[in-house]
C-alpha cells in the first residue's frame, strides 16, 4: 500500500501504462487485456493488471497535471517496483501540418514544471525519454504501419492562458505539441532509476483549432495503446 495507491506488493506489473482518465484505463483493461485484476480504486484513480499476449502489463490513471502523474509514477516505482512507465495520452499540436490522430513519440519535453525547477535549483535539466523504450516503440509502430513522429513536446501546468503568442518561440524551436504531463514523467524516471516514454496521439490542433470527433479520437487511441502494449 501506498499513499494513493491501494494495491498489495506484487499486483502491480513491471510496465504500468499511464493514460490521464481513470475511465480509459478501465475501457483498456475490460476491452485489450485478460485476466484481470482492478488493483486501485482510491480517489476513483483506477489501476489494473492483466496479460497482453501472455505478457503482464498495468494500467494506471494519473490523473492531469505533473502534480497527479508525479504521485502515481513517484508511488509505482518506489513502493512497488514498476520498472516502465509508459504514458499513453493526447495532446494538442503547435504546428499547421500536424493532424488529429499523429501518434508522436516523445523524445524529449520541455515545459513548465515547477518540480523540475525545484529539484534542479532553477537550471533546467533536459528531460528525455529512455532510448530503449523509444527504439521499440519505433519498431513496433513500424511494424503494425502506424505513422510516427519523434521529436520534442512541451508540458506545461497551466491549461487556460490569456497570451494569443504564448507558442511562437516553442514552436521557432520545433516543439510538436503541448500535453500536461510528460516532463515531470521523464525527470522521475530518470531519478528513480526506472525507463520512461510517452507515446501521444493529437486530439486538437492549437494553431488551426481543429479538433477531433469521438471517432477519430477511438481509433487514433487505438493505435497509441497497441504500439504501447506491444512494447510492454
Ligand atoms: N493543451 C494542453 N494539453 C492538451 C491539449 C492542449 O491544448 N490538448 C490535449 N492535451
Redesign the pocket.
Known amino acids: 500500500m501506498s499513499f494513493h495507491i491501494g494495491a498489495k506488493k506484487g499486483e502491480i506489473a513491471d510496465t504500468v501504462l499511464l493514460p490521464g482518465d481513470p475511465l480509459r484505463a478501465k475501457h483498456v483493461a475490460e476491452t485489450m487485456l485478460e485476466d484481470v485484476i482492478c488493483y486501485n480504486k482510491v480517489r476513483g484513480m483506477l489501476g489494473y493488471t492483466g496479460t497482453y499476449n501472455g505478457k503482464r502489463v498495468s494500467i494506471q490513471g494519473s490523473g492531469m497535471g505533473m502534480g497527479s502523474i508525479a504521485i502515481y509514477v513517484n508511488e509505482l516505482i518506489t513502493t512497488f517496483d514498476v520498472k516502465n512507465v509508459i504514458r499513453v495520452g493526447?495532446?494538442?499540436a503547435v504546428h499547421d501540418s500536424l493532424k488529429i490522430g499523429q501518434v508522436i513519440l516523445a523524445m524529449g519535453a520541455s515545459g513548465d514544471s515547477g518540480a523540475n525547477r525545484h529539484y534542479f535549483e532553477g537550471l533546467d535539466f533536459a528531460a528525455i525519454a529512455n532510448f530503449d523504450l523509444l527504439m521499440e516503440a519505433h519498431n513496433v509502430a513500424e511494424k503494425m504501419n502506424i505513422n510516427t513522429i519523434k521529436g520534442n513536446i512541451f508540458s506545461?501546468n497551466t491549461?487556460y492562458d490569456d497570451n494569443p503568442n504564448r507558442w511562437d518561440k516553442w514552436i521557432k524551436h520545433n516543439i510538436l505539441a503541448?500535453?500536461?504531463e510528460s516532463q515531470i514523467l521523464y525527470t522521475l524516471a530518470a531519478r528513480l532509476n526506472a525507463r520512461g516514454l510517452s507515446i501521444l496521439t493529437v486530439?486538437?490542433n492549437?494553431i488551426t483549432g481543429e479538433a477531433s470527433s469521438s471517432e477519430d479520437r477511438e481509433k487514433s487511441y487505438v493505435d497509441m495503446m497497441k504500439i504501447a502494449l506491444e512494447v510492454a
Open positions: 493526447t495532446c494538442g506545461t491549461f503541448v500535453e500536461m486530439s486538437d492549437i
